[in-house]
C-alpha cells in the first residue's frame, strides 16, 4: 500500500545527515575520517623560516624522566578524619607541561620520522604513568592529556600523510601502529588505541602511500578479528609445556591479555577503520569481501545500511535493517545496542527500526511504515512514543483510506495485540518501577496503548490492562466507567489508603440526604 505524498518527516533529518557525512569524506560516506581531520591538522604546520628545531630523542626521555620522578616525589597522602583510610594524590603539573612542550615541539616539525618518536614516547609515558596512579583520585588530568594527544597525533598524521615522502610515511605509521598496539594501550585505552589506528586513513587517498594503509589496518584485521580462542586450552595440563608455547602465536597471547569490553571496543573499530580505508580507496571488492565476511558485524551492517540509503537504495536498506533484527535474538537489545553504536549519533531513537521507518518514509510505502509505528506501539514502555498512535491513526487514514469505522477495528486488534504483549512483559521481564518527578514508570506499563485506549474509547480493554497497572490514571478510569461504572469505582475505593472515606465524611453526606456513594 503506497501514497503518492511523504507521510512523516523523520526521512529528511536522517538525509541531510548523511549528505552532510558523505562531503565532509569527499564524496564518501565515511565513519572514522573527516575533511576536518585535514583541515586541523594545518594548523600544526609551521612556516619553513619559523619551525623549531627538534628536541632530541635521548633530551626528551631524560625530560620526562625527571619529571615523574619529581612527581612521585612530591605525592600527597591524604588521611580520612573518620577511618584509617588513606588516598594518594600526584600533583600532574609539571608533568602535563612538559608533555605538552615535547608534543607541541613534535607536531610542527617536518622532520616526521624523529617527530613521530618523540610523540611516541610521550605517548609511553603517559600512559606508563596512568598505570602507576591507578588508585590516584587525581589522575583525571592524566586522561584529558592522553585524550587531547591521541587526536593531535591522529591529526598530524594527515600531514604526514600530505607531504612526507613515501619511505618515510611508511616508518612514520609504523612507529604509531607500534605505539596504539602496545598490549596495554590496548587494554586499558583500546579507543585512544584505534584512534592512533585510524591515522592510517590519511595515507589511502595517496597512491604511492596506500599500501602502507592496507599494511597497518589489515595487521588490525589479523590482530583483532581474525583470532579465536583455543577451546582445548582447559586441557593444557594434559599435553607437553613446551608444544604449547610453540602453539601460542604473538597474536594469541595481546588478544588473550585483553578484556571482553576493550576487545570489543577494538573489533568495532577495526570493521570501521577498513570499511573507511576500502571505500577511500575505492576498493568496491575489498569493502564487498569484508561485508560478506563479517555479515553478523552490526557495526558493519549498519555502516551498509547507511551507504545504501545515501546511494538512495532504500527497499534494499530496509530489507537489510529487517533481515539483521529477525537473524537475531533479542529485537530490543539489538535495536539498543545500534542506538548507542556511535555510527548515526542522535538519529537512531529507535535503533535499527529508525533505519527502516526512514526508508518506508522515502518510499513513500504505507504499509511499510505502518507495520514500523505498529511496533512502536507494541514496545513503548515510556511517554516518549505516544505519539505514534496519534501518527499511525493519520497515517491510515489521510493516506491509506481508511474510514472511522475501519481504523477502530484496526486499533481494536492493536489493543488486543498490546493485551497479549503486556502478559508476555509479566511472564518474562522482572518489574523495574522508577519515579521522576510526580510519575510512577514501570516497564510492565505501556503508554502507547493507554493512549489507544482512551481514544477509541475500548473500554473493556481498558478494564482488562488496569488490573496489572497500581495508581491507573484518570483518563483510564473514565474510559473503564463507560461500559463498566462499578468496576471503575471499585479501583478508585480500592487505591485510597485504609481509612480515606471515614465515619466523619459519611456522617456529613449522610446528614443531608446524600446517598453514602461517591
Avoid at 598490549?183 to 602502507?212: H, T, V
Avoid at 535495536?335 to 535503533?351: E, K, Q, S, T
Avoid at 514500523?372 to 491513526?393: A, E, M
Wanted: glycine share 4%; with cysteine; charged share 25%.
Amino acid at each position: 500500500m503506497a501514497s503518492s505524498h511523504s507521510p512523516a518527516p523523520c526521512w529528511i533529518p536522517s538525509q541531510q545527515h548523511l549528505d552532510a557525512r558523505a562531503e565532509q569524506g569527499k564524496g564518501h560516506l565515511l565513519f572514522l575520517w573527516s575533511a576536518q581531520l585535514r583541515e586541523a591538522a594545518k594548523a600544526f604546520c609551521a612556516q619553513p623560516d619559523e619551525e623549531r628545531p627538534l628536541i632530541p630523542l635521548i633530551d626528551a626521555q631524560t625530560m620526562l624522566s625527571d619529571t615523574i620522578r619529581r612527581c612521585h616525589e612530591r605525592f600527597i597522602i591524604h588521611i580520612s578524619k573518620h577511618s584509617d583510610a588513606y588516598s594518594k594524590s600526584c600533583d600532574y603539573t609539571e608533568f602535563i607541561k612538559t608533555v605538552q612542550a615535547i608534543a607541541g615541539n613534535a607536531l610542527q616539525s617536518s622532520d616526521y620520522a624523529s617527530a613521530c618518536g618523540n610523540l611516541r614516547l610521550c605517548i609511553h609515558e603517559v600512559h606508563a604513568l596512568l598505570l602507576s596512579s591507578e588508585n590516584d583520585d587525581g589522575s583525571e588530568p592524566l586522561l584529558t592529556l592522553m585524550d587531547d594527544l591521541a587526536m593531535r597525533v591522529r591529526c598530524y598524521m594527515e600531514n604526514v600523510a600530505e607531504f612526507a615522502d613515501s619511505s618515510t610515511a611508511g616508518k612514520v605509521l609504523n612507529t604509531i601502529a607500534q605505539a596504539a598496539n602496545d598490549k596495554e594501550m590496548r587494554q586499558c585505552e583500546p579507543l585512544n588505541s584505534m584512534l592512533l589506528i585510524s591515522g592510517a586513513l590519511a595515507f589511502a587517498q595517496y597512491d604511492d602511500k596506500r599500501m602502507w594503509a592496507y599494511d597497518v589496518i589489515e595487521n588490525e584485521i589479523t590482530r583483532n578479528l581474525e583470532y579465536s580462542f583455543n577451546e582445548e586450552s582447559e586441557e593444557s595440563d594434559e599435553d607437553d609445556e613446551d608444544e604449547d608455547n610453540e602453539d601460542t602465536s604473538e597474536v594469541d597471547d595481546e588478544t588473550d591479555f585483553i578484556s571482553d569490553e576493550s576487545l570489543h571496543v577494538l573489533q568495532l573499530f577495526t570493521l570501521m577503520s577498513a570499511y573507511d580505508l576500502y571505500a577511500l580507496s575505492n576498493d568496491d571488492a575489498g569493502r564487498e569481501q569484508l561485508l560478506s565476511e563479517y555479515s553478523e558485524s552490526m557495526a558493519l551492517t549498519l555502516m551498509n545500511a547507511a551507504n545504501m540509503i545515501h546511494e538512495g537504495h532504500l527497499r534494499s536498506a530496509y530489507m537489510l535493517a529487517q533481515g539483521f533484527l529477525l537473524s537475531s535474538r533479542d529485537m530490543e537489545d539489538v535495536d539498543i545496542d545500534a542506538r548507542h553504536n556511535g555510527l548515526l549519533p542522535d538519529l537512531l531513537p529507535h535503533g535499527w527500526h529508525t533505519i527502516m521507518e526512514c526508508c518506508a518514509e522515502g518510499l513513500n510505502d504505507v504499509g511499510l511504515l505502518a507495520n514500523v509505528y505498529r511496533y512502536y506501539i507494541l514496545s513503548c514502555n515510556d511517554r516518549s512514543d505516544t505519539h505514534y498512535v496519534s501518527k499511525l491513526r493519520n497515517l491510515l487514514r489521510i493516506y491509506g483510506g481508511l474510514s472511522a469505522e475501519e481504523w477502530h477495528d484496526v486499533a481494536d486488534g492493536l489493543a488486543r495485540d498490546c493485551a497479549r504483549n503486556i502478559i508476555d512483559r509479566i511472564k518474562y521481564q522482572p518489574e523495574i518501577t522508577t519515579k521522576g518527578g510526580t510519575q510512577r514508570h514501570s516497564s510492565w506499563r505501556n503508554p502507547a496503548y493507554e493512549k489507544l485506549i482512551v481514544d477509541e474509547r475500548l473500554s473493556d480493554a481498558a478494564l482488562t490492562y488496569c488490573v496489572t497497572v497500581d495508581y491507573p490514571p484518570l483518563p483510564l478510569l473514565r474510559t473503564i466507567a463507560i461500559e463498566h461504572p462499578e468496576s471503575a469505582k471499585s479501583i478508585i475505593l480500592d487505591a485510597m489508603p485504609y481509612g480515606t472515606m471515614g465515619t466523619p465524611v459519611f456522617r456529613f453526606t449522610v446528614e443531608r440526604g446524600v446517598d453514602n456513594t461517591l
